[in-house]
């Protein structure tokens, strides 16, 4: 507890800190007059802002771009500001606008002829066309970026560059990819940084599972996970944990896919709305539906189909494939305006490519439009079969709930006025009294039905076969009161229900919930309590 309130009050003085420190930017961009410092303040708090408050965040951009066109060296200044921006949107998975920025200070930076920005950039558009799964342009700067990290002989830079052109070839040719991880070893093994080994031996594992190699594949994953809990960042042990759930997808181990896929979304839970997440919430989709659990396969189906529709990965496609286009036309427009004056022929050359072009795209959009629509018509059969298995179970429970629950209650309710009755009448010294007393007492204690938990009991393995034989098999000290919260948590009551359902305060509830959890051993375990008990698989 004394360690729990530690770190409680270190989070709480972070936030604060942060959020004074922010206040203070701004108090002081409003107190100066010079418009470079400005820029500079702008791009500060939209930084610290980016998480809390995203559209103060934009704001701070654009007003960083509006002071910086105020200055005489506005064209390094404005690329300051583009790629600044361009990191914050990249951060939110946003890769459209990411490109578009970058795009922007590559080429006020290639004008400049700023050589360590242009290569800086060149990686960063890198990394930006790889999460688009445009490989070629992926690959054609990673490898410029390459040459020019040899030259300056950067190992840490170096090892990262080996490790994405590495990443980049993980989908086209096998050999390719371990040849540049392997490279990337060597020199990791010299750094002993245990952020990038771990990147290392988790891509050499994912490598190997592709050439179907199990024994290096289970080798390299051993390594990175021996690395697991050195002192990396959680995204890093994110990908470790889903890069394995991917693994044993594969190989059809499904209980592993699904416990190290929960792993690595519980490490990535501050940034689930991403492309990861997107990822990891298929796999776990894909696991329970091979698995025959409809009720998880829905659950994370529905979860994939959220993240989906919050990042818009269709659109955000859509506006990559656009921005690509655009910077393919300016650069096409470039070279013809040099070659004008010397090959005239190659305007007609050239519009006859970009008819061609333009008409194999719109082939491709076609096709595409009709597979998606075909594949949504499929998912959309898969959700209304679903959710017509889901609403039939719910009912299920909610007449079990409704009509188990209101005898209960009853039940309780007498028995609770039996008890008060007979301190009453042991405190009362008149005799008519007490005989009264007693009549009331036995027509109560006629119309108790003291088997009721055990019809609920019948009645809920009607609906949830063997789930109780389970419980007292596995948990045989559980009270009869423990075991009908374990039902009523199957049923993913919340503890206000419950509370209403019992007539019990949501003090008791919480109460029992945490004495329930020292019985299943899960005090230091951040499962949720229904969820473990959703594990109870029926026959």
């Known amino acids: 507890m004394a360690r729990l309130l530690s770190l409680l ?52 951009v654009e007003l960083a771009e509006a002071e910086a066109k105020k200055t005489t060296n506005s064209d390094l200044l404005l690329a ?30 290639k004008s400049s002829n700023k050589t360590e920005e242009i290569f800086k950039m060149e990686n960063n558009l890198a990394i930006v066309y790889a999460g688009s799964n445009n490989e070629e342009k992926a690959l054609r700067y990673f490898l410029n970026v390459y040459h020019y990290q040899k030259s300056k002989k950067e190992s840490d830079k170096l090892l990262k560059i080996l490790n994405n052109i590495g990443t980049i070839y993980l989908g086209k040719n096998v050999d390719s990819s371990l040849y540049y991880f392997h490279k990337a070893d060597f020199i990791a093994k010299r750094l002993k940084n245990n952020t990038l080994t771990a990147y290392v031996y988790t891509n050499l594992a994912r490598a190997y599972a592709s050439k179907k190699d199990q024994k290096n594949a289970n080798i390299y994953f051993e390594k990175a996970f021996s690395l697991i809990n050195t002192p990396i960042d959680n995204s890093l042990r994110s990908f470790i944990h ?18 190290n896929a929960k792993q690595a979304l519980e490490f990535s839970k ?38 989906s529709d919050s990042i818009n990965i269709e659109q955000k496609a859509v506006n990559l494939e656009r921005i690509r286009l655009e910077q393919d036309y300016k650069v096409r427009t470039q070279i013809r305006s040099l070659e004008e004056e010397k090959k005239r022929f190659k305007y007609y050359v050239v519009g006859l490519i970009m008819v061609v072009g333009i008409l194999v795209l719109i082939i491709l959009l076609i096709r595409y439009r009709n597979k998606n629509i075909k594949n949504q018509l499929e998912k959309e059969k898969l959700k209304a079969k679903q959710q017509e298995l889901k609403q039939s179970l719910e009912a299920k429970n ?24 007979k301190k009453i009448k042991l405190q ?22 003291t088997d009721i938990w055990k019809e609920f009991e019948i009645s809920f393995e009607q609906v949830h076969k063997s789930f109780f034989d389970k419980l007292t ?14 039902a009523l948590l199957y049923l993913d009551l919340t503890t206000k229900e419950i509370s209403q359902i019992t007539g019990q305060s949501f003090k008791s509830i919480e109460n029992a919930r945490t004495r329930l959890r020292k019985k299943f051993d899960l005090t230091n375990e951040k499962v949720n309590l229904s969820t473990y008990l959703n594990t109870f698989k029926h026959d």
């Open 9 to 60: 009050l270190i989070f709480f003085t972070l936030i604060s800190y942060s959020q004074s420190s922010t206040k203070e930017l701004i108090d002081k961009l409003n107190t100066i007059d010079d418009h470079e410092k400005k820029v500079d303040l702008c791009l500060k708090i939209a930084v610290k802002l980016q998480d809390s408050d995203w559209n103060r965040a934009v704001k701070y």
């Open 80 to 109: 300051q500001v583009y790629k600044t921006a361009g990191s914050i949107y990249s951060s939110k998975d946003v890769l459209d606008v990411t490109l578009q920025y970058y795009l922007k200070a590559y080429e006020i930076y």
């Open 242 to 259: 889903g890069s394995f759930s991917e693994y044993k997808l594969q190989e059809k181990n499904l209980d592993d896919a699904i416990v």
């Open 270 to 307: 501050e940034n689930v709305f991403s492309f990861s997440g997107l990822r990891l919430n298929k796999i776990l989709y894909e696991a329970y539906l091979e698995k025959l659990d409809y009720k998880n396969a829905v659950f994370y189906f529905q979860k994939y189909n959220t993240i």
């Open 398 to 421: 909610m007449v079990l709930v409704g009509k188990a629950m209101s005898e209960i209650n009853r039940t309780d309710n007498i028995n609770e006025i039996l008890t008060d009755l």
């Open 428 to 449: 009362t010294t008149n005799k008519e009294m007490q005989h009264a007393i007693d009549i009331v007492l036995k027509r109560l204690e006629k119309d108790l039905n």
């Open 473 to 486: 098999v596995d948990y045989p000290s559980l009270t009869p009161k423990d075991r009908r919260l374990c």
